[in-house]
Nanobody
Framework: QVQLVQSGGGWVQPGGSLRLSCVGS????????MGWYRQVPGKLREMVAV???????NYGDSVKGRFSISRDDAKNTVYLQMSSLRPEDTAVYYC?????????WGQGTQVTVSS
């Protein structure tokens, strides 16, 4: 079993920055993919960024050039550095970890971008 605990998030003005963290514990294999998704009420969960164990990364079109994902495998942690935030980035952000056929989710954290 794997547990993911998120931290960070909150309120920020447009143009500001925030960093999210997600720490994993339990039976985590080395060949996993960790990522960030977000969801607003009434919409499907959207991929924000993912990072594989081999260094490959992928970003959603709406965050390219503004967000950066990174991993610290020694700490089983994935980060999401968000810059140039926009009101449309407002959402609940979830981290996930995929290994084999299993997917695990963090508890979610609210990010609100407004003036």
């Amino acid at each position: 079993q794997v547990q993911l605990v998120q931290s960070g998030g909150g309120w920020v003005q447009p143009g500001g920055s925030l960093r999210l963290s997600c720490v994993g514990s339990g039976s985590i294999s080395s060949d996993n993919v960790m990522g960030w998704y977000r969801q607003v009420p009434g919409k499907l969960r959207e991929m924000v960024a993912v990072a594989a164990y081999n260094g490959n990364t992928n970003y959603g079109d709406s965050v390219k050039g503004r967000f950066s994902i990174s991993r610290d495998d020694a700490k089983n942690t994935v980060y999401l550095q968000m810059s140039s935030l926009r009101p449309e980035d407002t959402a609940v952000y979830y981290c996930d970890l995929v290994q084999g056929s299993s997917v695990y989710w963090g508890q979610g954290t609210q990010v609100t971008v407004s003036s």
